[in-house]
């Protein structure tokens, strides 16, 4: 069901309610793939590169050279709202208004730019189910004025008149799948808007045997620059089903023809052509986004940076903290690690983004797939561990596995922590459950999909709930359960063993047979064997009158022997073996026994300190390599460059 007609109000367009929208960012019902899908697109006019030799720098001015208070997102809602346009007619009702300044408040829900990316991206994941093979990110230009601009394409389903205007309002989302991951209907209006001031939407669908395309504008810089208080989004529509563009009109031409207008005056498109171009290479069935009025940092640079790598957009804050030449070797290794790069480059978050390795649909960053990374597969010594708990006022109890190991760059690098996804989705990357400044836990990393909590609005963290507090409390007793387990495996001792407490132990007096039990029964590389000094003097003390057997000593003042079964600490034991035995002559035996467990230790350190040794010399090695692939590669440049 369509829209109702709108008011009359000063600039025609439609007009956003509350009650109605999807969230979804994009897409309709299922249709066969087209041929057209891949066909190179005759738009002059925005391109992967900028029509003249340099884009232009941000400025004060936006499109139509009309100025803008903020280019900064923080900043962008600071501005004065004036005094009311009431146009009510008589017998009308009074509805919901929604001031454009909601559209920048409701974006602050994002805190992290990468984090509005990944609800777009996760629009055409949810198209998958309608045939959707691929979707495209990329930087484009706004042929207005040479700025970049976001481009989000994909081969879904489409939407249909009636979807695009769900799609622009707030709140409504159809999504009622449980495999869906977009469910609050806020996610495409809170995502493009955090990352620019406008955004266009293009789409194709078809409906009951019925083809239509449809634009809609949803413009931060159109409602502020034309002093509105309520939100209005034009959008026009043709029917394209006998194969050429017929206009949809729903209340008259000229409201149609106005709402047309004011697309072409405040989109990257100066004409109608240009507008109908951008459907060419959408295929049957799709939809394109194209984000402009880029949002700036504090420093009025664009926060998404282009430059840096060709196929990649990273965040420039993220990106330059610190400075490379003067950071640490450890902090290097670190920062070159994928828990820390997904900071800063979309391409490093992409790739885990998802748990599930998709078998037909790919995401194509800047014109190269995105390799999907399953962190698991990289842990060593990993194991399953499951989790079942709880859920629902029916007590319903959920299975969960999580799998649980050692990053291979382990004991190397201490990155820890949980990746929990939802519904497919990462939310909490490298979730460290373990107390700050505790070895225990270093290395240890784990992967989970925990679809019995909830997400939070913006998907990057989950609701605070008793169910998350115990996931919370179960995650930290698995991380100390394995580290407990498997931590010398490399090469930590458990219980706070170290290097130290063996060398202290070759000191230990061969009398000491406490010490050396306990001892024994903590470290993994020896047996918990009661030395035989301990028995003999158990035995001997029980020789005055606690033996139920006889004893026998010599007149010359040798030890005695002892016969007969005696009742000691040791149990109940025959001593037939020992009669013809000494007390002197078993301590002898025990001390050479004590004395090769000591060289073994020494051995072990010795061993020890030579992987060190080794390990050390093929990092340098490694370094060496890299130098050299470096020098041979900026020499091939060279040739390349001169040829």
């Known amino acids: 069901m369509l829209p109702k007609q709108q008011k009359k109000i000063p600039v025609t367009a439609e007009i956003v309610d509350l009650d109605s929208s999807d969230d979804e960012g994009g897409q309709g019902a299922a249709a066969e793939f087209s041929n ?9 006019k925005l391109q992967s590169k900028p029509p003249n030799a340099q884009a232009a720098v941000p ?49 602050t829900s994002h805190k992290w730019a990468f984090g509005a990316i990944a609800e777009l991206l996760d629009n055409a994941v949810d198209e998958i189910g309608s045939g959707a093979t691929f979707v495209k990110v990329d930087r484009i230009y706004n042929a207005k004025d040479n700025s970049p601009a976001l481009l989000f394409q994909d081969d879904g389903g489409g939407m249909d008149p009636e979807g695009i205007r769900k799609c622009m309002s707030l709140g409504y989302s159809s999504k009622t799948s449980n495999t869906t991951i977009g469910q609050y209907g806020n996610g495409f209006k809170t995502s493009t808007m955090r990352l620019g001031a406008d955004v266009i939407v293009f789409s194709r669908a078809i409906q009951s ?58 989109s990257p498109f100066a004409s109608k052509d240009d507008l109908m171009l951008q459907f060419e290479n959408i295929g049957s069935h799709g939809t394109k986004i194209i984000i402009y009025n880029l949002w700036l940092n504090d420093e009025g640079i664009y926060e998404l940076n282009f430059d840096d790598d060709q196929e990649d957009i990273r965040l420039r804050d993220e990106a330059n903290r610190g ?44 014109g190269k797939p995105v390799q999907q990374l399953y962190i698991a597969d990289d842990l060593k010594y990993s194991k399953a561990i499951m989790y079942r708990p709880t859920v629902g006022v029916a007590s319903k109890e959920v299975m969960v596995e999580t799998t649980i190991g050692f990053i291979k760059e382990a004991p190397a690098l201490g990155v820890c922590g949980f990746n929990v996804y939802h519904k497919n989705r990462l939310i909490r990357p490298f979730w460290k459950v373990t107390a700050d400044g505790s070895s225990k836990g270093h290395g240890v990393v784990g992967v989970l999909e925990a ?36 931590c010398h495996l490399i090469g ?7 290097k130290s407490n063996l060398r202290n132990q070759s000191t230990v007096q061969p009398r000491d047979g406490d010490n050396m ?27 005055p009158g606690q033996q139920t057997g006889t004893s026998r000593t010599s007149g010359s003042g040798k030890s005695p022997t002892v016969t007969g079964p005696v009742a000691g600490s040791a149990g109940e034991a025959s001593l037939d073996g020992l009669s013809s035995r000494s007390i002197d002559q078993i301590s002898e035996e025990n001390i050479q026994l004590f004395n090769r467990c000591h060289e073994y230790i020494e051995k072990e350190v010795e061993l020890k300190k030579t992987i060190e040794e080794l390990e050390n010399e093929l990092e340098e090695t490694r370094n060496k390599c890299a130098r050299l692939s470096s020098h041979l590669e900026s020499q091939r440049m060279q040739m390349i460059t001169r040829q």
Request: charged content about 25%.
């Open 36 to 44: 057209n899908v891949n066909k190179p697109s005759n738009n002059a």
């Open 59 to 107: 400025s004060a001015n936006n499109v139509n050279n009309r100025s803008i208070e903020s280019r900064s997102f923080w900043k962008a809602g600071a501005y004065e709202i004036g005094p009311s346009k009431s146009t009510s007619f008589q017998g009308d009702l009074e509805h919901a208004r929604v001031h454009p300044k909601f559209l920048h408040s409701n974006a």
């Open 209 to 266: 045997g019925r083809a239509t395309q449809s634009v809609g504008l949803l413009s931060y810089t159109f409602l502020r620059r034309t002093g509105q208080d309520d939100v209005i989004v034009p959008m026009v529509d043709f029917d394209i089903s006998d194969h050429w563009a017929e206009p949809i009109i729903y209340s008259s031409k000229d409201d149609w023809s106005s709402n047309l207008n004011t697309i072409l005056e405040w």
């Open 323 to 366: 400075n490379p030449s003067k950071t640490h070797k450890r902090v290097l290794e670190l920062q070159s690690h994928i828990s820390y790069r997904i900071r800063f480059s979309l391409r490093a978050y992409a790739s885990i983004l998802y748990l599930r390795k998709f078998m037909n649909f790919k995401i194509i960053l800047r």
């Open 451 to 486: 679809n019995f909590i909830e997400p939070a609005h913006d998907k990057q963290d989950f609701e605070r709930s008793s169910l998350f507090s115990k996931l919370e409390m179960r995650l930290k007793q698995m991380v100390m359960e394995y580290w407990k387990g498997h």
């Open 492 to 498: 930590h001792q458990p219980d706070g063993m170290n």
């Open 517 to 543: 039990q306990k001892q024994s029964a903590t470290d993994s590389h020896m047996h918990p064997v009661r030395p035989v000094i301990d028995l003999a003097d158990d035995l001997q003390h029980q020789l």
